[in-house]
């Protein structure tokens, strides 16, 4: 099943790769940045689990998740770059994308719970409105 989201988490946990090894490779920084790896690259694998979900409430949950490493690996985005391991161009770039997938991650939870919580209303009766 192909999803927006999906791809859009994919690409960036590629971009996030290419920084891990430009970080390794020309600024000799491994600990930040094998954090921003691990973060990066599990956006994509959460949303990857949420479109295989058992329920609605794992969908959920597993968008949360992703949601939560999002929000980590900007945390870890603006570290390397207040530490000068990243240019204001690189942080800006990367810091982008994530802000888009975490906008995107967002809706999706609203609009999940929403859904959710409509599906959980009572079934109206002859004498209830509609």
Avoid at 73 to 97: G, H, P, R, T, V
Avoid at 106 to 114: D, L
Wanted: aromatic share 10%; net charge positive.
């Amino acid at each position: 099943m192909k999803s927006i989201v999906g791809e859009k988490s994919f690409v960036f946990a590629v971009k996030v790769v290419n920084l891990y090894r430009y970080l390794c490779e020309e600024k000799k920084e491994y600990v930040l940045s094998k954090q921003l790896l691990r973060s990066g690259t599990s956006i994509g694998a959460n949303i990857r689990e949420a479109l295989h979900g058992q329920s609605r409430k794992d969908f959920l949950s597993k968008i949360f998740i992703a949601l939560k490493e999002a929000n980590e690996a900007q945390y870890w985005i603006e570290l390397l770059f207040a530490s000068e391991y990243l240019s204001m161009q690189q942080k800006d770039n990367i810091w982008a994308d994530c802000d888009e997938l975490i906008r995107l991650l967002v809706s999706i939870a609203k609009t999940t719970k929403g859904n959710m919580s409509n599906d959980n209303r009572k079934p109206p009766t002859l004498n209830s409105p509609l």
